[in-house]
């Protein structure tokens, strides 16, 4: 049985329809499972979303109906309903009328409390149709948006007004209300180029007549026809569009027919950065710089909801408001330069970066010793002057009114503005990427100075921030705490970069000298807490299981690229024959130590054999283990661990740990705690989960 509805309402931004579809599909897909109208095995029950600005679309194959059950409806007890003789009394009777059946149709039931009477009967299952009808409103009526509207007298909420529901189950409507909208078999085309009503009984029909009314409901299908556009339009020019994926995906979901158009704008303005460039077209008009190589060329690409333009209006429209925005940010370079970055510098301290946490100039003081700290840790002694250099004008782009008026160019400005100034390749290109990664899938800076002053940056404002009391919540990061965390691990991670992580917490809490309200060693913990959330995060998005992340992230985080290579030693060792064993050892010495005080080890009371075996083969490897770990190589380090297993079997076979004698009771307790502490600084192998 088909089932299709289209919510239509008036533009809602790209964000807003793609969250409401992904609630659509995993609400109606929670419906469906909870009342049991999902089958997996011929594929009922699942669904397909797709939307554009003005339309919320949802599309499945589901069953007819629930399946019949056999019930058992339990009546009072057999010596209540019974006499001995086998006549019903009165409440067997009762019960019999109520079910509809005759009594001799009464069954015996036995039950933990006793006989009771009872009687098998088949409950029919819900007609789908009955069932979407109680779901849907609900569904629809918790969609939930970054901001929302109310509009007439109603308390309903929305992204924007709802005009109109189309909704159909095996071709007809179904019967509910969202807001005193009731759903029906009509949709219409494009709001300017074919707003007439359209009847419709299937999705393939619903697909059709839309697509021939101006309106591709599909995604992917807009995308991909805006790019064919935009090849098309660039041949002659034999040019590519500036990459953008951010500003293509919203462009996807901000029209329902896309037309890709080509306008131009004066060479003078190529003067100006590329980055100048593409930010002035994207921010405003959401329009596509056109390359030629790595130049730029006096062209632009952009995207309406339309099918033609004819007499070139919307060309025109935008090659005029373009024009004006270039000629604004010609105007802003040509200011900006007329002074130095390091005459700028010297303002820094008129802008305010934390009530507490002092100004951008307080900020900067902290990066410098920050970077050169860090610079000597990695023995980076090449990099660490141009890291300094780069750290002390960093911030300066922000006194530049390209900054203000164009915030996203933060940092690019500041490199583009120390390139122009003649400064060094290391540090310009630094300054240029020092807010890279902005997200997991940004890449971060390409040098070492770069990435050094980048960690050192976003950890900066994470300690400061947390030490001022500044909270994260899942809606509210009003300094990007997550999203600082996230790319610090990149770096570290994709740069391979070992140094002690707490440490440089240490050293960044001391710059902060007497600004930070809670306690430094609240601030410390707190941090390292939250890393360890967004490594977890990190792993787990990257395929890793979560029982081997977890066992890598246990030890802490003393150097977050070690915990990195433990995860990565433990999943490929994983399958090895002798893991799982290892595991239930690591597992039975944890659980024999839980709750047992602390005590050392005494060789002389190593009475017995395979104790004394233990001990010797222990010894030996620990101290072939700890610089293996000491350099980050826990593949080599866990085999080595492995070759423990027959001891430490040997030992659990013949000695009784428990001894009544406290001494050597004591002793091999000690004896287990070594061994314990040593697996610990590896993983935490108790934590790995053994199927069975």
Known sequence: MEFLMEI???????????????????????????????DRNDSYGKISVFGTCRRLIVHGIFVEKQQDKQATIIGPPKSVAFSDDGSAKPAATGFAKSQGVKVDDLEIVKTEKGDYVGINKIEEGKPTQV???????????????????RWSDSSFRFSRPIKSILCLCDRKPLRYSVN?????????????????KL?????????????QNRVVID???????????????????EAKLHPDDQLLAKLTYDVEHPYVFMGSFPQEY?????????????????????????????????????????????????????????????????????SSLKEKSKRLDQ?????????????????????????DKLELHREKNAATGAAELCKVDLMTDMVREFPSLQGKMGGLYAKDEGYSIPIWKAIYE????????????????????????KLDTIVGTTGVGVEVTGSKDPFGIRRNAQGICKIILEKKLSFSFPRLLDKIINTMKDRLVKEKGDVKSYVLDFFNGRLQHIFESQGYRYDLVKASLAPGIDNIYHSYLRLKALDSLKDSPQFEPMIIIAKRVNNILRDQSKHKVNEELLLEKQERELHTTFSIIRDNILPLIAIGDFSKAQRMIFRMRSSINDFFDHVLVMADDKKLRRNRLALLQEISQLLGRIADYSLVVIEG
């Open 199 to 211: 009847k419709v009984e299937t999705f393939a029909e619903y697909k059709v007549l839309l697509k």
């Open 131 to 149: 069932i979407l009808e109680q779901i849907l409103p609900t569904i629809i009526g918790t969609l939930s948006f970054p901001k929302m509207m």
């Open 180 to 196: 005193d909208i009731s759903p029906t078999n009509h949709t219409t085309g494009h709001k300017i180029y074919s707003p007439k």
């Open 351 to 375: 802008i305010v970066f934390q009530e507490r946490l002092g100004s951008y100039q307080d900020k900067t003081d902290r990066l410098k010793k920050t970077v050169e700290y860090l610079a």
């Open 8 to 38: 239509m309402t008036e533009e809602m931004p790209p964000v807003h329809v793609k969250g409401a579809l992904a609630q659509l599909e995993e609400r109606l897909t929670e419906g469906l499972i909870a009342n049991e109208l999902v």
């Open 219 to 237: 995604p992917e299908e807009r995308r991909i026809q805006i790019l064919r556009q935009a090849e098309r339009k660039l041949v002659r020019l």
């Open 270 to 338: 190529l003067k100006l950065p590329l980055e100048v460039l593409s930010t002035a077209m994207r921010e405003g008009q959401r329009l596509f710089s056109v390359l030629k190589g790595k130049k730029q060329l006096p062209y632009f690409l952009g995207v309406a909801d339309a099918y033609k333009d004819p007499k070139f209006l919307i060309r025109k429209g935008n090659e005029r408001v373009l024009k004006a925005r270039l000629e604004d940010a010609k105007f802003f370079w040509e200011q900006d330069v007329k």
């Open 434 to 457: 020092h807010y890279q990664p902005v997200s997991l899938d940004d890449s971060p800076p390409s040098s070492l100075t770069g990435s050094i002053l980048s960690i050192a940056d």
